[in-house]
């Protein structure tokens, strides 16, 4: 089967080119259709259609910049006829998805993710038809996370269709580099000892929310735990990196390759992102290949991919003292939870996710 995939961020996150490359190696006829802007550079991957379409300016009018994705797209549709369309984001991606299928009869999927959510279906209000148009259309819904996918059935679609939209809404969520799975750190970790060492990785901005959860880390210090922070990530927000850096028991890392950043998850005890939204949050993945419990926000894009208490807890992203009481139950039942982390992260391993894909795609395509 041909499958025509349509990302407009297979360049910004590594999530797609992972997928496209287990597709490949699978023996999928898989192509990705990428819409860029007019001056972004040229990569020329394979099996990857890059749309040079649209201006940066284009994205102040949505059904413009759509319509100029569309154009391209539709003669890419009509060029390589696939049997399946996927689109990688509800309101970009979907709509060009639903446009094909009206045009050339070509069923779809669709994954919603955080902006579509978090973003485009909270504050356009003017799109949210357009969203239950996509739904009802497509031959199955993805979601990266059963928060998510409980969010739609309530909010986003009519109660009358909850019954027919919960049969097509599917889990599936993202893969990791397959360098995380290769290098799986399955021996079992001593309970932490005199030092508590945490970790939390990603771009230093108020969304992933490191202040807070340094105020937490106080919090623990005040009640007599000797605790360290290490935040690895570029310093996007230069205020909240500055007030980081001026705190005595945050230990502040750059951005690091996998091949380095593995190490700081190895001589770490916790892995922490309270992050105030997330799509899905490959890092709690990560983590968890290298036998790290792991503490993730409510209602975000990595809750419910376990039980409470299987690989870690759920924490109040608003909340310090949530965030630091977390910590501390996660340390008194750290032996049984840090067991159980290494095995449980098989399921976001390359292999995994891309052939749950791939029965997703036979069974909308009903073979």
């Not at 995939?5 to 999530?15: M, T």
């Not at 100029?68 to 979907?94: A, D, M, N, Q, T």
């Not at 909270?122 to 969203?131: S, T, V």
């Not at 790290?292 to 870690?312: A, H, W």
Request: one cysteine or more; proline letters at 4%.
């Amino acid at each position: 089967m041909r499958i025509l995939h349509i990302s407009n961020d297979y360049y910004n996150s590594k999530v797609y080119q992972t997928l496209h490359q287990g597709f490949l190696a699978d023996g999928l006829d898989s192509v990705f259709f990428v819409p860029m802007r007019y001056q972004d550079p040229r990569r020329q991957d394979v099996s990857v259609i890059e749309a040079h379409c649209f201006h940066p300016y284009d994205r102040y009018w949505y059904m413009h910049k759509q319509r100029k994705i569309y154009r391209c797209f539709r003669r890419e549709v009509e060029h390589l006829r696939p049997e399946l369309l996927h689109g990688y984001f509800l309101y970009s991606g979907g709509i060009h998805c639903l446009w094909a299928k009206r045009e050339f009869g070509i069923p779809y999927v669709v994954t919603v993710q955080n902006t579509d959510v978090n973003t485009i279906y909270r504050r356009l209000i003017h799109l949210r038809g357009l969203g239950r148009e996509i739904f009802r259309e497509a031959e199955l819904v993805l979601f990266v996370s059963d928060a998510y996918r409980n969010y739609a059935l309530e909010h986003m679609v009519s109660p009358g269709e909850r019954e027919q939209m919960a049969r097509k809404f599917k889990l599936l969520p993202f893969a990791v580099d397959p360098f995380w799975t290769e290098h799986t750190a399955s021996e079992t970790r001593c309970p932490p000892g005199e030092q508590l060492r945490l970790v939390t990785a990603g771009v230093v901005n108020a969304s992933k929310n490191q202040l807070r959860l340094a105020k937490a880390v106080e919090l623990i210090r005040a009640q007599g735990v000797d605790a360290e922070l290490t935040v690895v990530g570029a310093g996007e927000n230069q205020e909240i990196d500055r007030a980081l850096c001026g705190m005595d028991f945050v230990r502040r890392v750059q951005k690091l390759p996998k091949e380095q950043l593995i190490e700081e998850y190895r001589r770490a005890d916790l892995f922490v992102l309270p992050s105030l939204t997330e799509s899905f949050g490959l890092v709690y993945a990560e983590a968890l290949t290298q036998g790290l419990p792991v503490l993730y926000s409510e209602g975000q894009g990595f809750d419910r991919q376990f039980p409470e208490g299987v690989v870690g807890y759920h924490v109040d992203p608003l909340s310090a003292q949530d965030i630091a009481q977390r910590i501390l139950q996660v340390i008194q039942e750290y032996a049984g939870i840090q067991s159980r982390c290494a095995e449980a992260s098989a399921r976001f391993s390359q292999r995994a996710v891309c052939g749950q894909s791939q029965a997703y795609y036979r069974e909308a395509l009903h073979l």
